[in-house]
């Protein structure tokens, strides 16, 4: 089951989180062998997506989720839903989901 983890992106600026994936018991997740996934969408029903850029440090369990200013500027203000999922062997396991939050930009360049 997936933990539930808010952010918020501060539009038109580069974004970065880690997510350290752990265990039932608090161990880290050895994550090598497995490939990662996000995206956020406006709510579930959405048939666009903007797309993480998403990896892992392997046996260090962290995936560092990341989207480029460009990206950011190009999303709207307000609330989005998002999830994370790693893969291997063709099992797909959801990590972490949640509500992202776009806060406006003032600052026109």
Known sequence: ?????NIVIDQGTDFKAV???VDTGGVVYDLSGYTTSAQLRKNYNSTSATTFTS???GIGGAITL???NTATS???PGRYLYDVEI???GVIT???EGIVTVTPGMTRV
């Open 1 to 5: 089951m997936a933990i539930k983890a």
């Open 19 to 21: 997510i350290d994936v």
């Open 55 to 57: 990896n892992h440090n």
């Open 66 to 68: 990341s989207l480029t």
């Open 74 to 76: 190009s999303l709207e």
């Open 87 to 89: 893969s291997s062997a």
């Open 94 to 96: 959801r990590v972490v």
